[in-house]
């Protein structure tokens, strides 16, 4: 074979379905992105081998780093069914963040994984201007991540994320503390919505309804259904930090993700207590009376599964309730008083009234 014939034969990665330039022009297209979540400890450049942050930059005398990850689940097939691509990466940082800040944590960095069969950088662009946004409201800088194209993994105009933040917290603030105990009060902060838990049983909700993602949606009827399901999970970070520097009176958090109420509360509680929550008390946004009666879900299924209008549980001393009540309302947060912390006699958490759904 002469040259000129394996030259003319021979395949190349983009051949193969890999475009390296297109990925290069993506990484320049978001430095100014990434260069806005700057904060003590981090430049927030990228196009390194890895991500730097200066511990030494940050005054903690004895601290502890916490790490967490998680991605946005089928809120994913939303996003990609109606070509919306703005929020979801504030959905991203919010589902790691959100559970950094139960443990008393400030989120200092964050890194993200986007995985996809053919690169599109201009959406991608945007999926990535949603987490740098994201790491703003969360005060964590965005401090490098991954862009994988991999033809034959995904369908045509799929992609997935996954998310990974660490935070730092002085050892002694640590949470959950260990002496929550009988006569403790339950605060729940508002939801902006279905955030990015259940949305397997959304979509199938959805398409049992008969509506398109482009029709009104029901509980929101000057809002597309799909725009109205892709309300960016709220990141309480903030808030929650000023409520902890403000008062000692947070003794644990439960960032209410799958698992709904149910599955969450328990995670903060000693084995000998429990924990009384009054559902007349919340009030549900219409979007899950939506959900629970065109699916014909159950009550015990709404609150395993969804938020029900409830992101954040804090268990707080009756004495602290006051200044971190006014401290989170303050910051902007919706308070609800939800119930109290009582001996356990049987299940973790024990349920009063009913959903307003």
Not at 284 to 291: A, R, S
Not at 313 to 328: F, I, S, Y
């Amino acid at each position: 074979m002469s040259e000129h014939a394996a030259a003319k034969n021979g395949l190349s990665y983009a051949d193969a379905g890999v475009d390296i330039d297109a990925g290069n022009r993506l990484v320049e297209m978001i430095k100014p992105l990434v260069r806005a979540t700057r904060r003590p400890g981090a430049d927030a450049e990228i196009g390194g081998f890895g991500g730097v942050f200066d511990l030494a930059r940050l005054g903690y005398r004895d601290p502890l780093l916490v790490a967490a990850n998680d991605g946005v689940g089928t809120k994913l097939r939303v996003a990609i069914e109606t070509g919306l691509h703005a929020t979801v990466g504030i959905d991203l940082v919010a589902m790691c963040v959100n559970d950094l800040v139960v443990q008393g944590a400030e989120p200092l960095f964050f890194l993200d994984y986007f995985a996809t069969g053919k690169l599109a950088p201009e959406e991608a662009a945007t999926v990535i201007g949603g987490i740098a946004e994201g790491c703003r409201q969360a005060g964590a800088a965005l401090i490098g991540g991954e862009t994988a194209e991999m033809p034959g993994m995904y369908a045509e105009g799929d992609y997935d994320l996954a998310g990974f933040a660490v935070g730092i917290v002085e050892r002694t603030r640590l949470l959950p503390r260990g002496d929550v105990a009988e006569g403790d009060v339950l605060l729940g902060l508002a939801s902006s919505g279905v955030h990015s838990n259940g949305f397997s049983l959304v979509r199938r909700i959805v398409a049992a309804s008969g509506l398109a993602y482009e029709d009104a949606a029901p509980f929101a009827p000057e809002t597309p259904l799909g725009a109205a399901l892709l309300a960016p999970t709220r990141i309480y970070v903030k808030p929650l930090l000023a409520a902890l520097a403000g008062s000692d009176g947070i003794k644990a958090m439960a960032h209410i993700t799958g698992g709904g109420f149910v599955d969450n509360i328990p995670r903060v509680l000693p084995d000998a207590v429990a924990a009384t929550v009054d559902l007349d008390r919340i009030a549900v946004p219409p979007v899950f009376g939506w959900l629970a009666r065109a699916g014909g879900v159950a009550e015990r299924e709404m609150l395993r599964t969804f938020n029900c209008g409830i992101g954040m549980v804090l268990v707080v001393d009756p004495a602290g309730e006051a200044a971190v009540t006014e401290a989170l309302v303050g910051a902007g947060e919706t308070v609800t008083p939800l119930g109290r912390i009582v001996p356990r006699t049987g299940e973790p958490v024990v349920f009063t009234g009913a959903l307003a759904l």
